[in-house]
């Protein structure tokens, strides 16, 4: 059974720093299109972060020059590293893997990211 676990999330100060993991567990992410989402609280889901099979990535507008998002295929591991962190990142952070073809879609549970001092 495909199952995402993500970890990494907890209070950070602004201006604060965290690296966030996505481990995949029955699904080999390197072949999958991976991506972070982002739930402030009360808001929708959204796209922070993209890396497709070939290494490309995609950002967000508002976190370009402070998120990075990358992958270690020995472990299975997708990470978004968060710099210059923001009160507006607070929420809920979810990794997400979509199958060649977007044939199937997984998404993991989230873990929470709260920036305040």
């Known amino acids: 059974q495909v199952r995402l676990e993500e970890s990494g999330g907890g209070l950070v100060p602004p201006g604060g720093a965290l690296r966030l993991s996505c481990t995949a567990f029955?699904?080999?992410?390197?072949?999958?299109?991976v991506g972070w989402y982002h739930q402030a609280p009360g808001g929708p889901r959204i796209m922070v972060a993209q890396?497709?099979?070939?290494?490309?990535?995609n950002y967000r507008d508002s976190v370009k020059d402070r998120f990075t998002i990358s992958r270690d295929s020995a472990k299975n591991t997708v990470y978004l590293q968060k710099d210059k962190l923001k009160s507006e990142d607070t929420g809920l952070y979810s990794c997400?893997?979509?199958?060649?073809?977007?044939?199937?879609?997984?998404w993991g549970t989230g873990t929470q990211v709260t920036v305040s001092s």
């Open positions: 997400t893997a979509e199958t060649p073809g977007g044939i199937r879609s997984y």
């Open positions: 890396l497709n099979q070939l290494g490309g990535t």
């Open positions: 029955s699904t080999d992410n390197s072949r999958n299109l």
